[in-house]
């Protein structure tokens, strides 16, 4: 089992930055690819950025690319997502998502365990 706390969320107006963090406990961090998802309200879970279990590969998608850094801590047992440059169609709830995989992926039924999310605002 492992257990994902996000943090760092709130409210900001366009153009500012955000950090989130993502601390893991319970089974051993560095096995897992780590994954940040978010949620909209009336839209459906959509990836965001993913990083593999050594932190060397990472991907995003192409709506924050440029905007968002995905890194880990694998001796703090945390992922982190960096979002610069927020634009006000930003706003979800983000969550975090662990997958026992060597492997670096996309889709939401590819991860084991996820956090309770956090809520990210963008004004205009």
């Known amino acids: 089992q492992v257990q994902l706390v996000e943090s760092g969320g709130g409210l900001v107006q366009a153009g500012g930055s955000l950090r989130l963090s993502c601390a893991a406990s319970g089974r051993t961090f560095s096995n897992y690819a780590m994954g940040w998802f978010r949620q909209a309200p009336g839209k459906e879970r959509e990836f965001v950025s993913v990083i593999d279990r050594s932190g060397i590969i990472t991907y995003y998608t192409n709506s924050v690319k440029g905007r968002f850094t995905i890194s880990r801590d694998n001796a703090k047992n945390t992922v982190y997502l960096q979002m610069n440059s927020l634009k006000p169609e930003d706003t979800a709830v983000y969550y975090c998502?662990?997958?026992?995989?060597?492997?670096?992926?996309?889709?939401?039924?590819?991860?084991?365990?996820w956090g309770q999310g956090t809520q990210v605002t963008v004004s205009s």
């Open positions: 998502a662990a997958d026992f995989s060597a492997d670096v992926r996309a889709k939401p039924s590819d991860y084991d365990y």
